[in-house]
């Protein structure tokens, strides 16, 4: 995890930019709160540097950097970086943010392609030459590390970028990262692109300690085998996201880079300082916390990655698993679906079979955990451990809440308006009953909801998939929702239950939460002492 002085030519130092470049694009949007956890658990994966966010952008995101250096960013833990524009403010207040962490860099970019150039900057080449230093310069003043990227450069002249670059090294950089900010490039012109940058920028060569560094977007979907590429042509850092989320079509997946370089070893022969085992939980994490949901094909992630529906396929694993695996479902930290728990399980199986998939539960958290779980096995046969990861990260992995829920009951069917009441808590504690009824269930569900918080969204986004087979099996729900006034924000939720209603309405309360929290709504108040009813026309305009 740390970066080691003596640097090894074969390790490729993986910069996780889940926190700034993910966090940045519409709908993954997290808490403070949401993004110390992701911080930590980034640092347990082992990633070498956290991107953290870009302190210039808000108070909050200063202070969310500020508390992710101080808490994470520890002697033994990974180098703590902020984001910041090639100006003055931007680079104080970047260095705010980070310098309490036992390893801080400042990252700090120019656009530097013809059309940035113009259109952006409105600046001469020569301009954004000093511009560059004089940025470098002030960062390194401050710094001990500092990164400098040329944005776009997947589009700008390579002569200007390897001025640029030169500048930078000079100035005091010593990590070169090349963007291909709009995930224009393919991976044979992208490789021969960094071969050169290495080969012909004064100071930055073989030997002379700086660190080249890739940072691909994936409008081409090529994100991933441009990365590859440039790694293959002597970069030694990959800028990465977990899930690959980003703007657009998002960045480099961290899993897909880490995973090709693991186990083609003999193409690469490199090594990461990634515990691959915690892949699966970090991504599970950070699509719960943005709401943005995995494909299921999506590689080494996906709900489908390990399984094998063709007979052919089912036979062949059946003799041997080499047969159509290229990994273990294991290295990259998908437990078993073993049948392991029912109804009859006690506390104490419980506790075993959480501490055998590496969460320690007692006292409280373990009652609470108990009591779902025995929720769980009376409605379902058999409880896996599918369910169980499901189970905690609905329990303990939400945001803050503001409203709660204390009950729902839905009818629906053939005969009669879908009708939700739902019972919740307010921020005072108070109880509050509200009713509508929907074009479904969950469309009256999420309408009794709106009753209650009054935080007006568009829904942008339902998902539901169940984790385990069978008809009893535990549902997944994704929700995102936009804001409808002001700047356009998106918000996520995910929850879990065996009631694929209930998990609908955790999730759009996880949502809402977030909202709440952040845009500062008060939402709905009982008068007096008074619970109130009310039943919402079916014309609203949600869900
Ligand atoms: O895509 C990009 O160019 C970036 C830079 C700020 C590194 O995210
Ligand atoms: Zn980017």
């Known amino acids: 995890m740390t970066t080691p002085t003596m640097i090894d030519p074969n390790r490729v130092f993986i910069f996780d930019t889940t926190l700034r470049d993910g966090e940045q694009s519409p709908g993954c949007t997290m808490t403070s709160a949401e993004k110390l956890e992701v911080a930590r658990q980034l640092a347990r994966l082992g990633v070498d540097i956290i991107e953290a966010g870009f302190p210039a952008a808000s108070p909050d995101d200063l202070a969310a950097v500020q508390r992710i250096a101080r808490e994470i960013g520890t002697a033994d833990g990974p180098t703590i970086c902020g984001l910041s524009r090639a100006r003055e403010k931007d680079i104080l207040t ?3 943010g980070v310098k309490d962490a036992a390893k801080p860099r400042i990252h700090t970019f120019l656009g530097m392609s013809d059309i940035h150039m113009k259109y952006i900057n ?16 002030l960062a390194s003043s401050l710094s001990p590390d500092v990164e400098f990227s040329p944005m776009d450069a997947g589009r700008a002249d390579i002569r200007y970028v390897i001025e640029a670059c030169a500048t930078a090294i000079e100035a005091g950089a010593r990590t070169l990262n090349i963007p291909d900010t709009v995930g224009y490039v393919t991976p044979e012109e992208w490789g021969d692109f960094i071969g050169q940058l290495i080969a012909e920028t004064p100071g930055g060569g073989v030997g002379s300690g700086v660190i080249w560094s890739v940072h691909c977007h994936n409008d081409l979907g090529l994100a991933t085998a441009n990365t590859l590429a440039g790694v293959l042509a ?10 690959g989320i980003g703007e657009r079509a998002g960045n480099t997946s961290l899993e897909e880079v880490v995973m090709a370089i693991h186990t083609r070893g003999k193409i690469y022969g490199l090594t990461t300082g990634i515990n691959t085992r915690e892949i699966v939980k970090t991504s599970r994490m950070v699509s719960n916390y943005t709401g943005m949901s995995v494909q299921p094909n999506k590689a080494i992630v996906g709900a489908n ?28 930290g998908w437990t078993q679906s073993k049948l392991v728990l029912g109804k009859h399980s006690g506390r104490h199986a419980l506790r075993e079979r959480l501490k055998e998939m590496g969460h320690m539960l007692e006292g409280d958290a373990l009652n609470q955990v108990f009591a779902r779980f025995k929720d769980l096995a009376d409605a379902k046969k058999t409880v896996t451990d599918a369910d169980l990861e499901a189970l905690l990260t609905d329990e303990f992995e939400g945001p803050e809440e503001i409203f709660s829920l204390v009950d729902i009951q839905v009818t ?21 009953i509200e009713a509508a009824v929907g074009s479904g269930p969950v469309d009256a569900s999420f309408r009794a909801l709106d009753r209650v918080v009054q935080a007006p969204n568009n829904l942008v986004e339902y998902s539901v998939h169940s984790i385990t087979e069978g008809i009893d099996a535990m ?33 759009y309360l996880a949502a809402l939460n977030r909202m709440v ?3 500062g709504l008060a939402g709905h108040q009982p008068e007096g002492d008074a619970a109130s009813v009310g039943i919402a026309p079916t014309a609203s305009p949600t869900a």
Not at 235 to 241: G, L, N
């Open 412 to 432: 629906c069917g053939t005969m009669g308006l879908p009708t939700a009441t739902i019972k919740m808590k307010n921020a005072a504690g108070e109880e509050v």
């Open 305 to 332: 990655a390990f399984s094998h529906e063709a007979g052919i396929h089912q036979d062949g694993m059946l003799k041997h698993a080499s047969t159509f695996e290229i990994m273990t479902p294991d290295t990259v």
């Open 234 to 243: 002597g970069a030694r850092q990959a800028e990465v996201t977990i899930n």
């Open 94 to 96: 970047c260095w705010e």
């Open 122 to 137: 409105n600046i001469t080449r020569e301009e954004g030459l000093k511009i560059v230093r004089d940025a470098v310069k």
């Open 517 to 519: 929290a952040a845009m």
């Open 475 to 507: 549902g997944e729900v994704t929700v995102r929702i936009a804001t409808v006034e002001g700047e356009r924000r998106t918000y996520g939720g995910y929850g879990a239950d065996d009631d694929i209603i209930v998990a609908s309405v955790k999730a």
